[in-house]
């Protein structure tokens, strides 16, 4: 049956039978790196993806990442084994299982958990588990989700923590071995302490370990995300009243985060945020208060600053440009380095002014520069770096 399942000789039987054995379900951006990261320290992983290109590639460590460190670890992974089988995984001996399956944010802000609600059915499909197994879930969910989640797979032995990630894109090998800090919703003590023991493990840091109830971590997580996009939007706004002023922004957000209270971090005059994660929690969380019943202005204003900031930047850079200049962008990706666009504030803006009627120079990497073409044909004149 496993033989059947897996498609070449990096396979779960060939596994070194002594090491603890990992579930990973959803092994994409995040849970490749997170597979990877614990095949690293010693661990015996089984991916169980979707796709049985993407897996074989895998299993073959044929597939290439533009996540950095991502085709380095493949490479030299001893026990990292994938399969589209959720079945072949569940007969394996891994009784810890992680889920990093995709929660794309819904029209109202709140983060959709169908892709978790099918892979809960087709594990619960297997009928009532004879080992007690613990399923923790990496996604980011609405506040109160991994409750729910709980109720229903408990009465199948299987027991439900949150454990989600502070990670980006472009870093996240590296963000997973650094945590600050990690956030667990555990099931129970002894839950708590098994996610704990592996996350250390990974790190080669000495993060603050907050371990809490489901809920509470739920949203910690969104929290987390909501006060980093408020500390952006702040340094962005007093930069703005800074320019329109005379004054020196970056002088000025220099000696406020220089109070040990605040910290220089996330404290920059620049682009506004972006990216899959910030604008998104930011908005979950606003409609989890809405849901609860619960004013939470500070996330909508946070949101509204980064919209003025970005009219502001346009107002500035259509001043400052004569109408014949070309504008150049050296880099358009939400994260500079990275290949994502999601959300992305320096393509918002060169959108904006090449929609204006201005020449505008896309400096970027192949990769994105294709990526840009498919979503806004003819409008830009593209450098290749
Ligand atoms: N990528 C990030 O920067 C980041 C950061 C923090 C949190 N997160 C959260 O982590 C989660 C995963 O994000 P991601 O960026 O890795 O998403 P992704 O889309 O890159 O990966 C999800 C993977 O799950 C697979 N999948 C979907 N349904 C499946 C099923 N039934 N069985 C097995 N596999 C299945 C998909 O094929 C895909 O490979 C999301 O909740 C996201 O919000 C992501």
Redesign the pocket.
């Known amino acids: 049956m496993l033989k059947q399942s897996l498609t070449n000789t990096n396979s779960v039987e060939n596994k070194t039978q002594n090491l603890e054995t990992i579930g990973v379900?959803?092994?994409?951006?995040?849970?490749?790196c997170f597979a990877l990261n614990l095949d690293r320290v010693g661990y015996s992983v089984i991916g169980?993806?979707?796709?049985q290109t993407?897996v074989d590639a895998l299993n073959t460590k044929a597939f290439s990442s533009y996540e950095p460190g991502v085709n380095e670890l493949l490479k030299a992974s001893k026990s990292f084994t994938a399969t589209?089988s959720?079945k072949v995984m569940l007969q394996s001996e891994a009784n810890l299982i992680f889920l990093?399956?995709?929660?794309p944010s819904l029209p109202d802000g709140s983060?959709d958990h169908s892709?978790i609600e099918?892979?809960a059915d087709?594990i619960l499909s297997a009928g009532k588990s004879e080992i007690k197994r613990h399923i923790v879930i990496?996604?980011?969910?609405m506040p109160g989700y991994c409750n729910t989640l709980a109720e229903k797979m408990g009465e199948f032995n299987y027991e439900v923590s949150y454990n989600?990630?502070?990670?980006?894109?472009g870093s996240?090998l590296h963000d997973q071995q650094h945590p600050d800090q990690i956030l667990i919703g555990e099931a129970d003590a002894a839950a708590g302490y098994t996610i704990e023991k592996v996350l250390r493990a990974i790190a080669s840091t000495s993060p603050t370990v907050c371990r809490m109830d489901r809920l509470s971590a739920e949203i910690a997580k969104l929290a987390t995300n909501c006060f980093l996009t408020t500390k952006i939007s702040f340094a962005n706004s007093i930069g703005d009243l800074a320019v329109k002023s005379g004054a020196d922004p970056e002088k000025i957000l220099e000696a406020i985060g220089s109070d040990s209270r605040i910290g220089n971090r996330y404290l920059q005059y620049g682009y506004g945020f972006g990216?899959?994660?910030f604008p998104?929690d930011n908005r979950a969380l606003k409609k989890f208060a809405e849901n609860a019943d619960a004013s939470l202005p500070i996330s909508e204003a946070t949101d509204k600053i980064n919209q003025q900031h970005l009219e502001f930047q346009f107002e500035q850079a259509m001043k400052q440009h004569a109408v014949d200049q070309e504008i150049t962008f050296d880099g358009v990706a939400y994260k500079s380095g990275t290949v994502y666009l999601d959300e992305s504030q320096p393509l918002a803006l060169a959108v904006k002014l090449a929609k204006a009627g201005r020449r505008v120079v896309i400096r970027e990497s192949k990769k994105v520069i294709e990526e840009v073409e498919v979503r806004y044909p003819n409008l830009f004149i593209f450098e290749e770096r």
């Open positions: 379900i959803g092994i994409g951006k995040l849970g490749l169980v993806d979707v796709s993407y589209t959720v990093m399956v995709a929660t983060y892709q099918r892979v087709e990496g996604c980011t969910t989600p990630e502070f990670i980006a894109q996240i990216g899959p994660c998104r």
